[in-house]
């Protein structure tokens, strides 16, 4: 089979939406081969047409240009695998192997993240999506595009094999996650299955996004084909249809900024575009307003710039941020994450006294099911919309041409001096600044402990944010499917993650070695579940019991496990644990090197517990005795 380009019988679709420039766009070097020479399948038949009920699927896939699709294999989809191997010749989609169902969906959202677009994952009949569950809200409260395929059946019980056939099948299985997908569907028939993986990957593509499911009935795949399929254009199919903002609404707040003299900007959810950051900065000067961001999402504006108030923070807000929104006569939420919580967090019970401007379109898909919709919040003017949409809307509104392109702010290269006592994550990140110097960087994970005030962000791929639905594990997973997408692109992918983050996902790294996905994971091992460790001494201390006790159940030693070791089981480099802060920037150089040099690397940094203090106080507030 040849490339999207040589195939005739593909016709591929093209949207009418801007799309995010794909971060991966420069030639592969000698360090970064590229994926497309891997796997590649022997003896093809060079067949044009789609013969069997799983081709038609597969030929959609690539007619719909998804590049990967990351599965744990199945026999309930052993047609469709099949038709990617041996029909399209595993490529686009090309299959990227992966040890539990979990990373395989956590890839394809790491890969949104940073590109904005989909990819697919396949995971095997109900037991695989029930392993894949974790993942999928995770993509869901992230609000991220993954097109989830799974298989059931045969639905007809007489062509069921005994007992496994039998136990695989469901009589609903789209139910099972039903509540966190943006839209579902089992189609019966080849023609249905490429009408529902074309509605599907619209939906999903579509603001505000989301992952769905298409499970597909075994017998359908395997089955030939009774005639051909009318040939159809599925760019027709999918019509731009992200939601906009009426003239009048622009109108209105564009009136309500204007007036304000003390206006702040809560910096949500937005778009990895440099076109986008640089409109979000023009108005935020054109405004003067105070910025707030959140290390909940990725980045949207940079931190080091004058107007941000303080460091960006996760659990809790710094005392900067509260004070800009206690002296607000405006706020502009642009989709933030959790706006009556902010606010709360801000001015406790207390109603604001600034008018508040919502964009936000996500009302559109919230449920009775899950709760990730947070307080309804108070709005005075609401723009449901994007902010990728509003925002240069806006800067028209309020008399002022599209944002001029910043001059770059170059990385600096920041001296370390390590200080002598236990070694701390404000150590971990200072040390791994300084041993990174002056190279581009994308921080694809970050822990809860992580202080904001170590590293500013100045480009909206330096951060792509957590993992969205809370789900520990994610971690990994999500920073392989986000280093495949900046691979060959320059910039140098780092994971944080937490010590159980990296335990319970660390089979994940086995694809990024298989696949010669560069990336260095940096695992901040304070060697407990301690955010579990602060939410028990705050219970303690309401009950008036011992708080000293807080560390059973949650500790994770005698023995300390070897989390480098774990990254040398799966094919990457491990670095032996790192407990002095001497030791920081030399091993985390020679992590640098590795991965430039095309690897996988592991560095297991043994930090003190304990969270910014920031963090804690919020955690901890309320618990004084009386």
């Known amino acids: 089979m040849g490339l999207l380009s040589e195939n005739p019988r593909i016709i591929p679709v093209t949207t009418a939406k801007a799309k995010v420039a794909h971060a991966a766009g420069k030639p592969a070097s000698a360090a970064h081969p590229s994926l497309r020479a891997l796997e590649r ?3 093809l038949t060079g067949t044009n047409a789609p013969a069997f009920g799983s081709d038609v699927v597969a030929d959609t896939l690539r007619a719909l240009e998804i590049p990967y699709i990351a599965l744990n294999p199945g026999a309930s989809y052993r047609g469709l695998h099949d038709s990617i191997v041996n029909f399209l010749g595993n490529e686009t989609p090309q299959m990227l192997l992966c040890l539990h169902e979990e990373s395989a969906v956590a890839v394809a959202q790491g890969y949104a993240k940073v590109t904005g677009k989909p990819m697919a994952a396949a995971v095997h009949s109900n037991v695989g999506l029930f392993h894949a569950t974790m993942a999928i809200f995770n993509a869901w409260c992230d609000r991220q595009p993954v097109v989830v395929l799974g298989a059931t059946g045969p639905v007809d019980a007489v062509k069921r094999r005994p007992w496994i056939d039998w136990i695989h099948t469901a009589r609903d299985q789209g139910a099972i996650v039903r509540n966190y997908t943006k839209w579902d569907d089992q189609p019966a028939s080849p023609a249905a299955a490429r009408e529902a993986l074309i509605r599907a990957t619209w939906i999903a593509d579509t603001a505000p996004k989301g992952p769905v499911y298409i499970n597909l009935d075994a017998e359908m795949q395997e089955a030939r084909l009774a005639e051909p399929l009318a040939p159809i254009e599925a760019a027709r199919f999918m019509p731009l249809a992200d939601p906009a903002a009426s003239a009048e609404l622009i109108e ?60 960006p923070a996760s659990n809790a807000m710094v005392s900067e941020a509260i004070e800009a929104i206690k002296a607000a006569d405006v706020i502009l939420a642009l989709d933030w994450v959790d706006l009556a919580g902010g606010l709360r967090n801000a001015l406790g019970h207390e109603a604001p006294k600034a008018k508040i401007i919502n964009v936000s379109a996500d009302f559109h898909i919230h449920n009775g099911w899950s709760m990730d919709y947070e307080g309804l919040p108070p709005v005075d003017l609401q723009l449901p919309t994007t902010p990728d949409e509003a925002v240069p809307q806006l800067l028209a509104a309020l008399g002022g041409a599209k944002a001029r392109k910043p001059a770059a702010v170059k990385a600096r290269a920041e001296t370390y001096q390590p200080a002598s006592g236990p070694l701390r994550v404000d150590d971990l990140a200072r040390s791994l600044k300084a041993a990174v110097g002056e190279r581009e960087v994308t921080l694809t994970h970050l822990p809860l402990s992580w202080n904001g005030a170590t590293w500013p962000f100045r480009h909206p ?21 986000a280093a495949l997408a900046l691979k060959g692109s320059g910039r140098l992918p780092v994971a944080i993650c937490g010590d ?3 335990c319970m996902g660390a089979t994940a790294l086995w694809t990024a070695v298989h696949y010669r996905i560069p990336l260095l994971v940096v695992v901040c091992n304070n060697r407990s579940f301690f955010n579990d460790e602060l939410h028990q001494e705050r219970v303690a201390r309401l009950r008036n019991r011992p708080p000293e006790n807080r560390w059973i159940g949650q500790r994770i030693s005698d023995p300390d496990i ?34 430039e040099a095309g690897q996988v690397a592991v560095v297991d940094v043994r930090v003190e517990p304990g969270y910014s203090a920031v963090a804690t106080a919020a955690m901890l507030r309320g618990t004084e005795k009386k």
């Not at 105070?290 to 290390?295: F, M, N, P, Q, R």
């Not at 993992?467 to 520990?472: F, I, L, Q, R």
């Open 41 to 43: 399948p022997a003896n």
């Open 252 to 311: 209105d707040a564009a009136a309500i900024l204007k007036a304000a003299h003390h206006p702040v900007i809560l910096m949500g959810r937005v778009s990895r575009s440099v076109d986008g950051w640089n409109d979000r900065v023009a108005l935020a000067e054109a405004l003067n307003a105070k910025v707030i961001s959140d290390l909940k999402i990725g980045c949207g504006f940079p931190t080091d710039h004058p107007l941000h108030a303080g460091a």
């Open 461 to 481: 791929l330096d951060y792509i944010g957590s993992e969205g639905g809370g789900g520990v594990g994610g971690g990994p997973g999500i920073s392989v499917g």
């Open 500 to 502: 159980g983050d990296f």
């Open 562 to 595: 070897d989390c480098a070791g774990l990254g040398r089981a799966q094919g990457a480099v491990g670095f032996d644990p790192v407990t002095k802060t001497t030791d920081l920037v030399p091993t985390f150089e020679k992590a640098i090197a590795a991965v």
